[in-house]
């Protein structure tokens, strides 16, 4: 069974950081793309980084240069380093694994910016 788990969320005041962690287990970890989302209230879920097998990454445009997503495959995991928190980056995020035609998705981690 294929699961996906996120943990590092929480409330962070604008200008922070936060450090998105998702642990997998159940799929063979590093042969598929790996994706964050995360969805506001109100809104449509949102691509927010992309790391495929061969290293290459994407972000939306209003996350450039602030957030990083990176691989540790020994330890079957996915991370997204989220500095210069503002308050638009207020929404569930949720990994993702896209392996051929099948998508696994995490429960999701709340991200909350706020003074």
């Known amino acids: 069974q294929v699961q996906l788990v996120e ?3 929480g409330l962070v005041q604008p200008g ?3 450090r998105l962690s998702c642990a997998a287990s159940g799929i063979i970890f590093g042969i598929g793309t790996m994706n964050w989302y995360r969805q506001a209230p ?3 879920r ?3 980084a992309t790391l495929t097998i061969t290293g290459n990454t994407n972000y939306v445009d209003s996350v450039k240069g602030r ?3 990176s ?3 020994a330890k079957k995991s996915v991370y997204l380093q989220m500095n210069s928190l503002k308050s638009e980056d207020t929404a569930v995020y949720y990994c993702n694994a896209a392996l ?3 998508d696994y998705w995490g429960q999701g981690t709340q991200v909350t910016v706020s003074s």
């Open 7 to 9: 943990s590092g969320g």
């Open 16 to 18: 922070g950081s936060l």
């Open 67 to 69: 957030f990083t997503i």
């Open 71 to 73: 691989r540790d495959n």
């Open 42 to 44: 109100g809104k449509q």
């Open 46 to 48: 949102e691509l927010v």
């Open 100 to 102: 051929g035609t099948m």
